[in-house]
């Protein structure tokens, strides 16, 4: 035992690389992509700290190529899900008495390991898996994920270090234990940083971890196993399965030693999850903890007072970067009549410009989308659009997928207030407009507030603090994460903390201590220097 009372390494946000002509970045990056996409990866799962393999293999193809095969994976069955419970839980005891700094250089020297030689190998296995640009790679893969490692690190030393008061003769104490049992992460494709956090934030609060990543996202998910081996994780603490979600989750929710749940994804499912969890409360140890973000409905509000080249950039960015398969992804736009031409011709010039396709070719600003179930549910939405007397589409609403699951940037204007497109999460590069009457600002506040189940994130877009003070405050349940002048998407790490209420989440904040500190179960230790030697209190005396 040593006597160090450690601080941590003080966090910075991973500076973005431009990945510009000429850039060492850009060389780098597409030295790692065309290494991947010539040869098939192995990818086996990873309990115990082995690796598994099973008997059926399945092939993982790029949304933006889908006849080429990069990949294979080992599909799992029940047994492999038992075994990663019980790896899960043997290792636990060791894991969880592990000095925390000990813990902490683990994710510490992952971040750094990232920042340097993994940072190339998770954006190319992101670009390819998932079809993101460079960009959206390397903010997600690389620096959301770095900075999830560190700021971890911080915001775990912060809460250990919130202990109570204590009064004369007593000493009092805070243990920040971890869950008792094993915690489930079930993980999107859309992020790979969000998938890889989900493992990491409760492992790193000294709980050890089943995953069951997203199908979607196995391709990158081995680099993540990599990266954790790479820096001394110990095996069993994260058991990384490739199962059938129901299946895995019929087995996992029957567990009594199952402590919580870690999730982001749809809202359906995530409702399913608590519903079966309470339906199983009685076979539990312990209440389990329920941390789930899932859908949005985010919204652009633009005032008359805004700045239209403003306006429209924050459109396209928000509403189309990663062909829109963001939760945070703007799907929904308030535009004033009086600016509404000047903003119409503007965005459909730009609209214009945007090419799609490959990530390799870093001239296009949208690749494709994940795979061909919501390519066909995206194409059925247009089509519909397409008949329909109450809509029209002003831009867009092509669709191709004979080499890549492609959808045109697609823009449908709206008189209907409570239009399908208006309320629905799509989760793809579709934008409802609705237009207001100038005169009718807060009624339209009103408007968005209840129009869909959501509560994510939103934007105001008005030079007139009069109207953005009023936005605040009618909208304050509409998101969790509001933005002023600024687009809807990209929240970072430790300055922007994310989630939302409603229907979008329980809000735990990825991205700050308050979703650390769901994963721990403090137990208040009380020390009294002098005990009391007779039952007699004062008031009992004649
Ligand atoms: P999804 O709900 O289809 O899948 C998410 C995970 O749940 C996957 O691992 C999947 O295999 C698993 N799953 C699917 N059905 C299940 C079931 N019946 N029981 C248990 N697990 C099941 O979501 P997706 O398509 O991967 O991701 C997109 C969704 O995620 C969108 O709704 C988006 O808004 C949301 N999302 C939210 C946030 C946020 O922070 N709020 C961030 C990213 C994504």
């Keep these: 035992m040593n006597n160090i009372i450690s601080?941590?390494?003080?966090?910075?946000?991973?500076?973005?690389?431009s990945y510009g002509p000429e850039t060492t970045e850009r060389k780098e990056a597409l030295m790692e992509y065309?290494?991947?996409?010539?040869?098939?990866?192995?990818?086996?799962?990873?309990?115990?700290?082995?690796?598994?393999?099973?008997?059926?293999?399945?092939?993982?193809?790029p949304p933006h190529n889908h006849k080429q095969i990069v990949g294979k994976y080992y599909e799992g069955d029940k047994k492999h899900i038992n075994a990663a419970i019980e790896a899960a839980l043997k290792r636990k005891k060791k894991w969880e008495e592990m000095a925390w700094e000990d813990r902490a250089s683990i994710f510490l020297k992952a971040a750094d390991l990232l920042a340097g030689p993994y940072r190339q190998k998770m954006n190319a296995a992101t670009m390819i898996g998932q079809s993101k640009n460079i960009f959206q790679a390397e903010i997600d893969a690389a620096c959301e994920l770095i900075d999830f490692l560190k700021f971890n690190v911080k915001f775990m030393r912060e809460i250990y270090t919130g202990q109570p008061e204590s009064s004369s003769g007593i000493w009092n104490k805070m243990e920040y234990r971890p869950l008792e049992g094993f915690v489930f992460a079930i993980t999107p494709f859309n992020f790979t940083s969000i998938a890889a956090n989900l493992c990491i934030a409760p492992a790193l609060m000294g709980n050890t971890i089943v995953w069951k990543p997203s199908e979607s996202q196995?391709?990158?998910?081995?680099?993540?196993i990599d990266l954790l081996k790479e820096a001394g994780l110990p095996d069993g603490v994260i058991n990384v399965i490739?199962?059938?979600?129901?299946?895995?989750?019929?087995?996992?929710?029957?567990?009594?030693?199952?402590?919580?749940?870690?999730?982001?994804?749809?809202t359906t499912v995530f409702k399913n999850i608590w519903k079966t969890i309470g339906q199983n409360i009685n076979i539990y140890k312990n209440y389990p903890k329920i941390v789930g973000e899932t859908?949005?409905?985010?919204?652009?509000?633009?005032?008359?007072?805004?700045?239209?080249?403003e306006v429209v950039t924050a459109l396209i960015r928000g509403a189309f970067e990663y062909q829109g398969q963001k939760c945070s992804a703007a799907s929904r736009a308030y535009l004033p009549k009086s600016?509404?031409?000047?903003?119409?011709?503007?965005?459909?010039?730009?609209?214009?410009?945007?090419?799609?396709?490959?990530?390799?070719?870093?001239?296009?600003?949208?690749?494709?989308?994940?795979?061909?179930?919501?390519f066909n549910k995206l194409r059925n939405v247009i089509n519909k659009v397409k008949k329909d007397k109450s809509a029209k589409i002003i831009f867009g609403g092509n669709t191709d997928k004979s080499v890549g699951y492609f959808i045109e940037?697609?823009?449908?204007?709206?008189?209907?207030?409570?239009?399908?497109?208006?309320?629905?999460?799509?989760?793809?590069?579709?934008?409802?407009?609705?237009?207001?009457?100038?005169?009718?600002?807060?009624?339209?506040?009103?408007?968005?507030?209840?129009?869909?189940?959501?509560?994510?994130?939103?934007?105001?877009?008005?030079?007139?603090?009069?109207?953005?003070?009023?936005?605040?405050?009618?909208?304050?349940?509409?998101?969790?994460?509001?933005?002023?002048?600024?687009?809807?998407?990209?929240?970072?790490?430790?300055?922007?903390?994310?989630?939302?209420?409603?229907?979008?989440?329980?809000?735990?904040?990825?991205?700050?201590?308050?979703?650390?500190?769901?994963?721990?179960?403090?137990?208040?230790?009380?020390?009294?220097?002098?005990?009391?030697?007779?039952?007699?209190?004062?008031?009992?005396?004649?």
């Design 409 to 542: 940037p697609t823009v449908i204007i709206t008189k209907k207030k409570d239009y399908f497109t208006l309320q629905q999460e799509l989760f793809g590069p579709i934008l409802t407009i609705y237009i207001y009457n100038d005169t009718e600002f807060d009624k339209t506040l009103k408007l968005i507030n209840h129009t869909s189940e959501y509560g994510l994130t939103g934007a105001i877009f008005a030079k007139n603090r009069d109207v953005i003070s009023a936005a605040l405050k009618e909208l304050r349940f509409s998101a969790g994460n509001f933005y002023i002048n600024d687009k809807p998407t990209g929240a970072v790490v430790s300055q922007q903390p994310f989630g939302g209420g409603r229907a979008s989440g329980t809000n735990d904040k990825a991205g700050s201590y308050l979703n650390l500190i769901r994963w721990t179960s403090p137990r208040t230790i009380k020390e009294n220097f002098v005990p009391a030697t007779n039952y007699r209190y004062d008031f009992l005396k004649k």
């Design 295 to 309: 859908g949005g409905k985010d919204f652009i509000l633009a005032h008359n007072s805004a700045n239209t080249k």
């Design 339 to 374: 600016k509404w031409k000047m903003i119409q011709k503007e965005l459909l010039k730009e609209l214009k410009t945007i090419s799609i396709g490959d990530p390799k070719d870093f001239s296009n600003f949208m690749n494709a989308v994940i795979h061909e179930q919501s």
């Design 34 to 61: 065309d290494k991947l996409m010539n040869k098939v990866t192995d990818i086996p799962m990873w309990i115990d700290g082995k690796n598994i393999k099973s008997k059926r293999i399945k092939n993982i193809s």
């Design 7 to 17: 601080t941590t390494p003080i966090p910075k946000c991973e500076p973005v690389k």
């Design 242 to 266: 490739y199962t059938d979600p129901i299946m895995t989750s019929d087995i996992v929710f029957k567990h009594p030693e199952f402590a919580g749940v870690h999730f982001t994804g749809s």
């Design 218 to 224: 196995i391709y990158s998910t081995k680099v993540i």
